[in-house]
């Protein structure tokens, strides 16, 4: 298959992973370009957050490989991959519940150079308000809103190329959650962030992207523009639950 | 007993104290950013002492023969972590602890094969031996030298844990260590640089118990070792002021504790250390202050 280099900013081929000897992901290819907004959608267990560990090195891959910026990363640790420019937004927010809100944003900003610093943090603290009022409290006795704020703030203290979120919305109330949604969205349209995101809330992450895959069972169900998703049979049947 | 009798006993004790403050706050360090109980921790102390008294006998300088045992100490535990506890690393609790014993019982079998488990004498130098009085209370030099030391390290310690990027990456690894790393932070690094801090530490505990009882031997750190392990758990492990408080409320609850005892139970003095344990582990198992870290 022939591709133009330049015209992703992440490409994942034909990659294979798992955990031991159990295999999650199946031949998954995806392809984001600068400036997208690109969402993975699917069900519970299906491998969403698996591919997008896959990119971190955070699960090994058996097979195939992850470019960033024309560069192979699938063998990096990584903490060199995160300093390419790529922040995660981990399932569950997994902030560091021993530290406060700025330190969990220092944190954030670890591979930057500090004197970027304080200007990355006026820029979280402009998007989240919220997290400036807070940023001597501990994390741990935050609101589930106010987690999911800091867990992206934090993968925006570097200024990411390429900014990858599980699970934005879970276990938040929906008005929350379309809060958080508008946020990314300002992200996006102000800075051109490009954006891989991985949601089970399948109408609001088809909402906010320009592209999405549908996975099932470990592979590609589906892809193609949101909007064309938003009015698929299949997709409408199975995943927006209307008929 | 008098007021000045207590005193003086308290005065004596603060250089035990701060010596296993040193070895606590190493303790309570590593056991945060690795969840291993290091039990070589002792053996550390113990090269540091040693490398103190081949340098004095050298007639080095003391500020060589300190940055002489801390060298040796950072050596070793670079060594410890990368040849005994990494190969480990993720097989289990129990592995690195065993690992850890078998480490600590190695490196005094080695030094007890080549320098014998004899006692060294550790010579003191002697602007270290000055006294002075305070009405009827004696106070050494070297006693006030130990104590300023620990309680400026102390303090040193906690600003750097507070406010600096690897301090606060330290406390990042301790809560977790993957998504550390998935945060930019190479965790191997700052667990390397954990090793050096606390070796360091264990170094001038050891020099200053060589100062302090003018003698060495290799299995000296055995019994400071378990002290300094029981006062970062009375702490709240991962909490470096509190391991850094206990330290010292063990020493002085030990000197205490056979100071008011008939003569003949002085041979008891660490018997003290473990009801002190058992009784906190029995009102307050978290120990005494909050624990830093994430319990899993």
């Known amino acids: 298959m022939q591709k133009n280099e330049s015209k992703y900013l992440l490409s994942i081929e034909n990659i294979e992973a798992g955990y031991g000897k159990v295999k999650v992901l199946h031949d998954i290819s995806i392809k984001v370009k600068p400036g997208d907004i690109v969402t993975m959608v699917g069900a519970n267990g299906v491998g969403k957050s698996t591919t997008l560990k896959s990119i971190l090195n955070l699960v090994q891959l058996q097979k195939g490989s992850i470019t960033f910026k024309n560069e192979n990363i699938s063998q990096l640790p990584p903490y060199e991959i995160v300093s390419r420019g790529i922040g995660y937004s981990p399932e569950g927010r997994e902030v560091f519940g021993n530290l406060s809100v700025y330190e969990n944003l220092r944190i954030g900003a670890y591979t930057i150079a500090r004197n970027k610093f304080d200007e990355r943090l006026e820029t979280v603290y402009n998007l989240f308000p919220r997290l400036a009022e807070r940023s001597k409290q501990e994390s741990s006795s935050l609101s589930g809103g106010e987690q999911q704020m800091l867990a992206i703030g934090r993968a925006l203290m570097q200024d990411p190329a390429l900014l990858l979120l599980d699970e934005p919305s879970l276990g938040l109330a929906p008005i929350i959650a379309e809060n958080i949604f508008e946020k990314l969205e300002e992200i996006n349209a102000s800075t051109g962030t490009t954006i891989l995101l991985v949601e089970q809330n399948v109408n609001l992450a088809l909402q906010l992207s320009n592209y999405a895959y549908v996975m099932e069972k470990g592979k590609i169900a589906l892809e193609g523009n949101a909007d064309k998703l938003m009015n698929d049979d299949y997709v409408k049947n199975t995943y927006l639950g209307i008929a | ?296």
């Open chain 2, 1 to 296: 007993m008098n007021i000045s009798y207590i005193i003086q006993q308290i005065l004596n004790a603060l250089s035990l104290g701060s010596m296993l403050a040193l070895l606590a706050v190493g303790y309570t360090m590593i056991y945060g950013v690795l969840g291993l109980i290091n039990f070589a921790h002792g053996e550390v102390f113990m090269i540091g002492a040693f490398t103190a008294m081949f340098a004095l006998k050298l007639g080095l300088p003391l500020w060589l023969v300190i940055i002489a045992a801390m060298l040796a100490s950072v050596l070793a535990g670079i060594l410890l972590e990368r040849f005994a506890y990494r190969p480990v690393r993720g097989s289990g609790d129990i592995t690195l602890f065993i690992t850890s014993l078998a480490a600590s019982i190695g490196i005094r079998s080695l030094f007890i094969t080549f320098l014998g488990s004899k006692s060294h004498s550790f010579p003191v130098p002697e602007y270290l031996q000055g006294i002075r009085f305070m009405g009827d209370i004696l106070i050494t030099d070297l006693k006030l030298f130990i104590f300023g030391f620990t309680i400026l390290l102390t303090v040193i310690l906690t600003i750097l844990l507070k406010k600096t990027n690897l301090g606060i990456a330290m406390r990042g690894v301790s809560y977790n260590k993957d998504t550390a790393e998935a945060m930019g932070i190479n965790s191997n690094s700052v667990i390397v640089a954990t090793f050096i801090i606390g070796s360091a530490l264990a170094a001038l505990a050891g020099v200053a118990w060589g100062l302090q009882y003018s003698n060495v031997r290799p299995n000296m750190g055995y019994l400071p070792g378990i002290s300094g392990f029981i006062a970062a758990v009375l702490g709240g492990i991962g909490n470096i002021t509190g391991a850094a408080i206990s330290g010292f409320i063990l020493g002085v609850g030990q000197v205490l504790f056979v100071g008011f005892l008939p003569s003949s139970f002085s041979g008891y003095r660490p018997l003290f250390v473990w009801i002190l344990l058992f009784i906190i582990l029995f009102i307050k198992p978290s120990g005494l202050f909050k624990a830093n870290i994430k319990w899993e």
